[in-house]
């Protein structure tokens, strides 16, 4: 088979195509006729060098997390999946014995970690991790879903966002930040969104966004969400300057939810302000196969449509962590081999 795989962790350059054995399931395994995978950040930081989980000896290596297609076979002690069926899926991996995965939910696993292997004609996965895709939603539109929309949908639910709140979206025209916006619009909740792109701004706002903020400075933004009102929640995908930015904007005894580094990997906390506004910062980790569950069911019902910005063949591989590490997309990047 076909992989679009890192030979050299210098950027979109160390893409290559390469020729690779044909997996065959193992116990408890299937493999997957790869229609569609989406790529992210987490992959572009391996392939830039910035990732401890890949060096030069562990090349070439063949990242997708988000992975949509066919079961092709299935291995012994198989259930719920059988060859031919339209499946997505939910790329965590836990180790299901910890205390974290006897109380749940699943994420928290000490031992947590992400599938990778994604980008190829075919790839082989945990079958208890598929989950079988209705007639009408498309692989694109499902592999879209597991690392962006799951994420959100987990940190929206742990901010126990409903109907009339407003949130809080640094960085809305990025992957989880499109992926909170509409899925705080299905919610009830309004947003606030900010970017470094007015063009950008505008195509989310059609996606549902209600206050659009075209700044990066943290003080210029914070000025302007007050002029707007005093959120109830901050989805918080950037990190760095904007975790004390989602601190001071947040009303009293609101939640702000972390889950990425982009704008670095330390911020401060306003300790006083924490504990006197009774607020609340939380750490999350992609989400839960239930919540990817409910994310197939409101595609199948029309309520979700997730933004595609561009689909790409598996030799233009490079060309989609380009477009990526140049910010010029809204929506995701789906590679379908």
Known sequence: MRAAAFTDLIGPDGVSVIDQPDPEP???EATVDVSACAINRHDLWILEGDSAMVDGDTLPF???LDVAGVVEAVGNDVSGVEPGDRVVLCPNQTCG????CSEGPENTCE??????GGLAETARVQADRLLVLPDDVSATAAAALPTAYMTAFHMLRRAAVGPGDLVFVPGATGGVGVATVQLAAILGARTIGTSSSAEKLDRVRNLGLDHSIHATDPEEIRAQVADIGHPDAVINHLGGEYTRLGQQVMRRGGTMVVCGRTAGTESTIDVPDLFLGHKRVVGSTMGTQDDLRRLVELTAAGTLEPAIDRTFALEETDE???TMQDRE????LVVEP
Do not use: N
Not at 97 to 100: K, L
Not at 111 to 116: A, G, Q
Not at 329 to 332: E, H, Q
């Open 111 to 116: 031992r947590f970690s992400l599938y990778h």
């Open 62 to 64: 063949v990242t997708g």
């Open 320 to 322: 989609a962590f380009a």
């Open 97 to 100: 014995t910890c205390r974290f």
């Open 26 to 28: 193992g116990p408890g």
């Open 329 to 332: 997309s809204v929506g995701k």
